[in-house]
C-alpha cells in the first residue's frame, strides 16, 4: 500500500529547500507577477480518495494543459475527423516554431503545438454556438466545479502580445487549414489559454484520461480507444522538445502549462496535478518535473 | 481472461488475406530475397506461457531491433555515463538523416536513430576485448539459447553498400563523439544489425523489458528504473518518425527493424513479437504494425 | 557596334514561337486573367537611346520589383541603419519561407524576400507622413512619368488573400522587428506591390541603378557605393531561390515580379525590361529569363 | 589613371596597424603555425602590368581557392555535363552542413561547398590517368611556373583529421554522386587543397577570369560564356555564408581560402590576390575582405 501522503509531503518539503526554482514566464504581467515561491501537489486516485500539499488549492493559469481539454472536447464531437487536420507525431522542436508548419504543408505535427492547439479551437469555434461558454460549461460539469472561470485580464494580454500565435494562425489560414477567420480562433485560443484552474480541480478535469473516458460521476466522456490516443499524445507530444525527457524520467502521460502547472496520470490508478510557477530553459515547471520525477521513483510505479 | 492463442490465430489469418503487404526492402540482395507472403507472431507472457502462430519459428534480420539490445547491454555496463553522448528525444525526423547531428553538434537525438546506435556499438567497442562475440553472448545468455548466430553474408552487404552509417560514423567521429576508428565501430554495428532471431527469440530476449530488468531465469541485467528509461525510449522513438502513430495505434513500447520485424511489451504482462518482410513507407513493417494494433484492440490493453 | 533593335527582335519573335511559356500566376483574380501570350522588352541605354518590341507599352503589375524601388526609396532615407534591420545574405530558399526568420531571431536575410520588403515597408511607414502618396510620387519623379498608378483592386485582393504575408509580418512583430501595426504596413506593402507600369517605365525607373545613382533627368537619389549595393543584391537575392541560376545564365543584377516583369541592368550600358506573365517553378518569368540570356549571350556583355 | 601602388601600399600599412586581425585556422598544425602578422597584396592588370606589396611573393596554403581551379579543369574537360551533378544555387549555409545535401538528394549545391568540390574532384579522378599530377601540370601551365607543388604535409594531416569530408563523400556515395571510391577522391582533394602558391601566382592563374579564358600567354582554356559562370559562381557562392556580404561591399567576384588567400577580378581590368592567415568567424580572411573593400572603395570600380 502506498502512502502518497507522506511522498507528497516529502515531495513538498524537498520544494521549499530548493534555491534554483526556474524563471517565471514573464512575457504578459499576469503571469510575471506570481510568486516563484508557490508550490503544490494534489493527487486523485482511481478510487476518488485525494491527497493534496502545498498551494494545491490555489488558481493558475492552465495555459497548455487546456489543450488537452480542447482535444478532449473536440475529439468527443467530431471523432477521427480530427487527425485529418492535425498529425500525432513529436516535433523535436521548441513549441512556437513555425519551420515545420511550412514544411509539412499546413498540418501541425501534434494538437498540443501551439499550430495544432489553434486548429483544435478553429475546429471548436465552427462546431459550437458560443464557443467560449460552452468550452467554460464543458469543464465545469467534467470537474463538477460551476467556480471555474477564465481570466480576462490574461486573454487580453496575451491577445495584445501573442504575434507569434497571430503568425501561426495566419500561416494555417495560408494553407487552408483555418476555416474561421484569424481573429474569432485566436480569441477562443487565448480565452482557452486563459482558464484558472488549482491543482485539484485539474485532477479532477483529468480524471477521465486515467479513467477509459469515465468523469467521476460516472459520465462517459471519451471511449476507451479514444482516451489511449490522448495519452499516447501527452507522452510523446506534451511537454514540447522536453516530451522524450519526461517520458524517460517520469514515465507518465501528461501535459504542461506555461503558467508553471503540470498534470500527469498513471492509467487506472491515479492523476497528479503540480503548481510550481518557476520554469526550466524548455518552458516546463522546474520543480514540478522533479516533483513527478520523485513521485515515480518512490512509488516504483509508471506506465513502462 | 484473454484468449492469446485466438487472437493471434485470427490475426494470422487476417494477415494471409491482405493484398497490400508493404515493399519488402531491396538494398541488399539477403533482405530483397525474402518473400513478403511470411508473417509470424509470437507471445511470452509473464508467466511464461507462450502462443505462436504462423512463421514465428522462422529466422530473419533483425536489424534495427538490435538497437535496444545493444542499448541494453551499454546501460548495464556504463550506467548513465552513457546519455552524455546520447540524448532522449524523438528526432521528428526520418532514421538517416545527419542534420540534426550537425545542428546539435554531434550528440545524436536518440540511441535508436542510426548515428545514436553507432554512438552506443562505439561504447560496447571500448568497453569489450571482443565485442562480437560478447555482444553475441550476451543474446544467447538472455535468450539461454546458444543458437543465435550473426549472418556474415548480411554483414558484408551492409559493409560495401552502407554509406549513410559512413558518413554518420565520420561526422560523429568530427564532432569527437567517436571514440575508436570509423571501420571498427561499423564493423561492430553490421554485424549487430545482422543477427539472424525468430519470433519466439525475440520475445525472449525482451523479457527482461517487461519484467524490470530479470530474464526468464531470474537473472537481473537492468533495475526498474533502467527499464522504465529503455521503454519510454522504445516508447517515444522506437518507430522513426511514426513513432507517434505506434504509441497513438498500439500504445506500447516496440522496436521495429527493416528486416520486417517488430517486438513489443507490455509492462509485468506480455511480449510479442511479429515478422512480416513488407514495410510501409516510414520503414516499419506494415502487416506487423497492423497485427500489433488488432492486438491492443482486441485485448483492451495497452500502456494507456 | 551592338544592334539592341534587332536583338530585341528576334527575342520577341522567339517568344512568340514558343510553346512552354509557363503558368501565369492565380492566387488573384487580377493576376490571372492576364493571357500568357503577352510579352514585351524595352532597352533604355547609357545615352538614353530607347529599344522596344513586342507589348513593351501595356502595363502589368510589378509586384516583387517594387522591393527595389522601396529598398532605393529607404536606403535614401535612413542610409546603412537599415542593415541593421535587415541581412544581404542569399536566403537559398523559397520566397515564402519562415523558417530562416525564426532561426535567425527574425532578422530577415535580405530585402528581397518577403519578410525582408516588409521590414523596409515599416521604414518607410515610420518615416513618411503620407507613405502611399510620397512613395508613388517618388516613383513619379524618378521616371518622369506622372500616369504611374497603383492597382487599387490587386491590392485590394492581395489584401484578401495574402496570409503568409500576414504571418511573416505577424512574425516579425514578435521579434520586435516591426515598427507599426501589422494592418498599416501590410496596407502599404499590397500598395507597392499592386503599382502598375510597363516595360518603358521600369527601365525609367532602374535607370539610376546603371548610373550610379544619377536618374535621366540628372538628380542624384544615391551614392556611387549605395547603387554597388543595391546592384550586388539583384545579383544575388533578385530571383529567389533561382538566383544564382541567373547570375549563372544571364550574368545582370536584376529583380523579377509575379506579375511576370523582370528589370535587369548591365551598369553604365543599358537597363532591359521585360514583360512574359507565364512562370516557371520558382515563379520567375519563364520566357523573360530566356530572353534576358539571349540578350547577354548575342551582345557578348555581362558583368562578368 | 589609376595608381594601384600607391593604393596598395596604403593597404598595407593599413594591415600593418590593425589589431584585431583575426584567428589563424588551428585544425591543423601546418596552418596553425603560421604567423598572422603576414600580408600580401599583388594585383597583375589586364595589360599584365604588376603591382605588389607587403609579403606578396611567399607562398601559402590555397585551400578552398583550388575548387575554383579544379573546376575550371573540369569545365573545360566534360563542359555543361558537370551540372547534371552539381547545382549553381548559393547556399545560404556555413561550408561543411551536409544538410541540404540530403534534402536536395545528394546534388550539392554548388562546387564551392565541400560537397561541391568532392564531386568536381571526382570527376577530375574519372577523367584523367594520373590526376594529381595533371592537375598540378594544368596549374603549372596556366601560372607559366613549374615551381609549384602540393604540400605533402599539408595534405596528409587534412588526410588524418577531415571527418567531415569523409561524412561529405561517404553521402554522395550513398546517393550515387560519386562515382570513384571514397578514399580516392579524397586523396585528390586534400592534394588539391594543399596547394601553397603565392598572391602572385595567384593572379596569374586566375588571369584567365578575368581575360575570357585566355591565359597571359594566350592559350584558350574556356570559352567567354564559361568564364562568365565560373565568375557568376564566385560571386554568389564564393564566401560560403558570406558571400552576400563580399558581394554587398566588395563587389567582384572571388574566392576565399582558410589559409588566409582570396584572389578577386574586375573583368578586362585586373586580377587582384590578398594573403592575410587570421581569419573571421565566416572562416574567411578578415584583412583580407578589408583590403579589397578599400581596394574597390578607392579605384571606384566593382563590377556593379
Given at each position: 500500500?502506498?502512502?502518497?501522503?507522506?511522498?507528497?509531503?516529502?515531495?513538498?518539503?524537498?520544494?521549499?529547500?530548493?534555491?534554483?526554482?526556474?524563471?517565471?514566464?514573464?512575457?504578459?504581467?499576469?503571469?510575471?507577477?506570481?510568486?516563484?515561491?508557490?508550490?503544490?501537489?494534489?493527487?486523485?486516485?482511481?478510487?476518488?480518495?485525494?491527497?493534496?500539499?502545498?498551494?494545491?488549492?490555489?488558481?493558475?493559469?492552465?495555459?497548455?494543459i487546456s489543450k488537452v481539454l480542447t482535444l478532449a472536447f473536440s475529439f468527443g464531437l467530431v471523432?477521427?475527423?480530427l487527425w485529418?487536420?492535425v498529425?500525432v507525431?513529436?516535433?523535436?522542436?521548441?513549441?512556437?516554431?513555425?519551420?515545420?508548419?511550412?514544411?509539412?504543408?499546413?498540418?501541425?505535427?501534434n494538437p498540443f503545438?501551439?499550430?495544432g492547439a489553434?486548429v483544435i479551437a478553429?475546429i471548436l469555434?465552427?462546431?459550437?454556438?458560443?464557443?467560449?461558454?460552452?468550452?467554460?460549461?464543458?469543464?465545469?460539469?467534467?470537474?463538477?466545479?460551476?467556480?471555474?472561470?477564465?481570466?480576462?485580464?490574461?486573454?487580453?494580454?496575451?491577445?495584445?502580445?501573442?504575434?507569434?500565435?497571430?503568425?501561426?494562425?495566419?500561416?494555417?489560414?495560408?494553407?487552408?487549414?483555418?476555416?474561421?477567420?484569424?481573429?474569432?480562433?485566436?480569441?477562443?485560443?487565448?480565452?482557452q489559454?486563459?482558464?484558472?484552474?488549482?491543482?485539484?480541480?485539474?485532477?479532477?478535469?483529468?480524471?477521465?484520461f486515467?479513467?477509459?473516458?469515465?468523469?467521476?460521476?460516472?459520465?462517459?466522456?471519451l471511449?476507451?480507444?479514444q482516451?489511449?490516443r490522448i495519452n499516447?499524445l501527452m507522452?510523446?507530444c506534451g511537454?514540447?522538445?522536453?516530451?522524450?525527457?519526461?517520458?524517460?524520467?517520469?514515465?507518465?502521460?501528461?501535459k504542461?502549462?506555461?503558467?508553471?502547472?503540470?498534470?500527469?496520470?498513471?492509467?487506472?490508478?491515479?492523476?497528479?496535478?503540480?503548481?510550481?510557477?518557476?520554469?526550466?530553459?524548455?518552458?516546463?515547471?522546474?520543480?514540478?518535473?522533479?516533483?513527478?520525477?520523485?513521485?515515480?521513483?518512490?512509488?516504483?510505479?509508471?506506465?513502462?
Amino acid at each position: 500500500m502506498i502512502d502518497y501522503q507522506s511522498i507528497i509531503d516529502t515531495i513538498v518539503t524537498h520544494s521549499k529547500e530548493a534555491t534554483n526554482r526556474g524563471i517565471v514566464a514573464s512575457y504578459i504581467p499576469e503571469l510575471a507577477n506570481v510568486s516563484s515561491q508557490k508550490f503544490g501537489i494534489y493527487i486523485l486516485d482511481a478510487n476518488k480518495k485525494s491527497y493534496s500539499s502545498g498551494e494545491a488549492l490555489e488558481g493558475f493559469s492552465i495555459q497548455s494543459i487546456s489543450k488537452v481539454l480542447t482535444l478532449a472536447f473536440s475529439f468527443g464531437l467530431v471523432g477521427d475527423e480530427l487527425w485529418k487536420r492535425v498529425d500525432v507525431e513529436p516535433s523535436g522542436d521548441p513549441f512556437n516554431h513555425l519551420s515545420l508548419l511550412e514544411q509539412e504543408n499546413g498540418i501541425p505535427r501534434n494538437p498540443f503545438i501551439n499550430a495544432g492547439a489553434i486548429v483544435i479551437a478553429d475546429i471548436l469555434v465552427s462546431r459550437l454556438k458560443k464557443p467560449k461558454e460552452e468550452f467554460l460549461s464543458f469543464i465545469q460539469e467534467l470537474t463538477n466545479d460551476s467556480s471555474i472561470r477564465y481570466n480576462e485580464k490574461v486573454a487580453l494580454s496575451e491577445k495584445r502580445t501573442g504575434y507569434k500565435n497571430y503568425a501561426a494562425a495566419s500561416l494555417l489560414k495560408s494553407y487552408g487549414n483555418l476555416h474561421n477567420d484569424v481573429e474569432s480562433v485566436l480569441d477562443f485560443y487565448f480565452y482557452q489559454c486563459s482558464l484558472e484552474m488549482n491543482c485539484q480541480q485539474l485532477t479532477s478535469a483529468f480524471y477521465i484520461f486515467m479513467n477509459h473516458g469515465k468523469c467521476q460521476r460516472g459520465k462517459i466522456y471519451l471511449t476507451t480507444n479514444q482516451v489511449k490516443r490522448i495519452n499516447a499524445l501527452m507522452l510523446t507530444c506534451g511537454f514540447y522538445d522536453e516530451a522524450g525527457e519526461f517520458a524517460f524520467e517520469v514515465g507518465l502521460p501528461g501535459k504542461s502549462g506555461v503558467g508553471g502547472g503540470i498534470v500527469a496520470l498513471l492509467p487506472n490508478t491515479y492523476c497528479v496535478a503540480t503548481w510550481s510557477p518557476g520554469l526550466n530553459a524548455k518552458g516546463n515547471s522546474k520543480l514540478g518535473m522533479a516533483a513527478l520525477e520523485e513521485l515515480t521513483t518512490k512509488t516504483g510505479h509508471s506506465i513502462f
